[in-house]
């Protein structure tokens, strides 16, 4: 609606104007009607609630004779502890110390239970797609690519443990012991996914845990609730009674509970470092626990005197603003040498300046409402505190906000008295800071409590080389002259310092939810018979020579 071609002045009239009457959503984006849950998925059963909910705005704003409204969506249950107590048990009994019918079906039962759930699930591909870009802003295009690349997840791990069982399936002779080694479960999960990536994030978290045997108690984030109530269903017709729990609610209320009872084995969260280290801390058992976590991040780009500026504007473009920028790979600080700035700067602005605004339903949009109600506020709390310490907005209607919407600002010199110097700004403000040495980026780095990735832009050789060594030890991915990114899913994902724990990837995820066990014994004539007719027998779903093709 609003692509411009040399960067005129962003106004909140033009803003106003890509909110609409609802009479104008196309039709074929549009909800048939509001979603209202009223029941959640606990121990194999659908639950009625008839109790407390909580309505569902979309960041969307329609147009009204009263003024602009957020578009109600639906509701969703807000459970109490007595329901979260009341579905963690239902995980621990379908565990039962490991010998529940999920942790100890074979590999090959459980791949076949991901595989007819993943069918049901693409069942539902059009009312979760549309419900991902109602309720969190996404762009039409980039929730059906968040749908598909969730799917082609889901079989990538259903792959990689195929590979990783047939390599287990045979024995091991060492030193007089033969043994057989494979991955064996953790316990119970609990898992919870990020409002950004609501689907996608979430199961790569819950879906690795759920293949690998363990049970789960699942919550889904605050933004982005209802897209899983589709799901409900086939993870109930899909998992033994109890495998899959769902828990709904103000996390305040009721995790902590969860996380005191000592019954979670495993906590999964893709969110704040804060609440993480508040929520290790309840457990009475903390060498107990294991934690697969994603964190903040600051991801800085590093754009030397030898760099293809060109290239260095278009990936930060793509990297700072994709999906407003709130992404935790995305780049949320760019350090620019002083001879290039004022031409990175000038490409920057006339980048920004060409990109789509609008409703998330338009083709080709790439700038969006925000999801969080208090977003908007903060960001200009920022650019506000960023001009109390000498910064400027250098792009034309930088921080011009309308409703949810906000559009992008690049805020230039930034320097280590503002507050987005250091804060993780999750969305659409840009600072950039002049250098004139390297080792100000690297000490930037050394200093940071966070550690995810970083971007060289660079076509020297040397000065690359310079940088790499010691930003490999700060961070847990360099990239050269592109973005920072999670892909491909097969890459180890994960983080220093503040950004992470334990690492996300197809094969790392699925290593990450269990641990090798292995059954030896001493290679003699009795136990070599003992071992063959368990294994021929078909007895045991551990000891066995079973080939998944």
Not at 237 to 261: D, H, W
Request: aromatic letters at 8%.
């Amino acid at each position: 609606m609003n692509e411009t071609e040399v960067t005129p002045r962003i106004t909140e009239d033009q803003l106003r104007s890509i909110f609409v009457e609802e009479s104008q959503i196309p039709a074929e984006y549009s909800l048939e009607q509001e979603i209202h849950q009223q029941e959640y998925l606990s121990d194999g059963e659908m639950r009625p609630w008839q109790g407390a909910t909580h309505t569902v705005y979309s960041p969307v704003a329609v147009k009204t004779a009263e003024g602009y409204k957020r578009k109600v969506i639906g509701t969703y249950p807000v459970c109490t502890e007595k329901e979260a107590k009341e579905a963690l048990d239902a995980a621990v009994a379908a565990y039962d110390n490991g010998r529940g019918q999920w942790p100890t079906m074979s590999v090959q039962n459980r791949i076949q239970c991901v595989e007819q759930f993943t069918h049901k699930m693409i069942d539902q591909k059009e009312i979760v797609v549309k419900l991902i870009m109602w309720e969190i802003g996404k762009s039409y295009a980039d929730s059906v690519k968040e749908f598909d690349r969730t799917v082609e997840y889901i079989y990538a791990t259903i792959d990689a443990l195929k590979d990783i069982d047939r390599d287990s399936s045979r024995f091991q002779i060492e030193q007089g012991i033969v043994a057989q080694i494979r991955r064996s479960p953790l316990g119970v999960v609990l898992c919870m996914g990020p409002f950004n990536y609501p689907l996608n994030e979430t199961f790569t978290t819950l879906l690795p845990a759920l293949i690998m045997g363990n049970t789960l108690l699942f919550k889904p984030p605050k933004h982005g609730t209802l897209l899983h109530y589709p799901l409900l269903q086939a993870f109930k017709e899909c998992f033994p009674k109890g495998v899959v729990n769902t828990i709904y609610g103000r996390g305040a209320t009721i995790v902590p509970a969860l996380m005191q009872s000592g019954k979670v084995n495993v906590l999964t969260l893709i969110g704040s470092s804060k609440v993480a280290d508040e929520l290790k801390k309840l457990h009475p058992k903390v060498n107990r626990l294991r934690a697969i976590l994603g964190l903040d991040a600051k991801n800085a780009a590093i754009v030397t005197e030898n760099a293809d500026v060109k290239l260095a504007v278009s990936e930060t473009v793509l990297g700072a603003l994709s999906f407003n920028g709130q992404r935790c790979t995305a780049l949320k600080i760019v350090f620019v040498h002083r001879s290039r700035v004022d031409e990175f700067l000038s490409g920057l602005s006339e980048a920004v300046g060409k990109l789509k605004y609008g409703m998330p339903w338009e083709k080709g949009v790439s700038l969006t409402p925000l999801p969080e109600p208090h977003k908007p506020a903060y960001l200009q709390d920022l650019i506000t505190d960023a001009a109390a310490h000498g910064a400027e907005v250098v792009n034309e209607g930088g921080g011009a906000t309308f409703e949810s919407f906000v559009y992008p600002a690049i805020l230039y010199p930034v320097n280590k008295h503002m507050r987005v110097y250091r804060e993780e700004q999750f969305g659409p403000v840009i600072p950039v800071v002049p250098f004139d040495d390297l080792e100000e980026t690297i000490e930037y780095l050394i200093e940071s409590t966070h550690g995810q990735q970083v971007s060289i832009f660079s076509n020297d050789a040397a000065e690359t080389a310079a940088l790499i060594d010691p930003l490999v030890n700060q961070v847990s991915r360099v990239n050269i002259n592109c973005q920072c990114q999670r892909g491909p899913d097969t890459f180890p994902f994960t983080g220093r310092k503040d950004s992470a724990e334990g690492t996300l990837s197809v094969v790392d995820a699925l290593r990450s939810f269990s641990i090798r066990s292995l059954v030896a014994t001493k290679l003699n004539e009795t136990n070599k018979h003992l071992i063959n007719q368990i294994v021929n027998d078909g007895e045991s779903n551990f000891l066995s020579t079973k080939y998944i093709f």
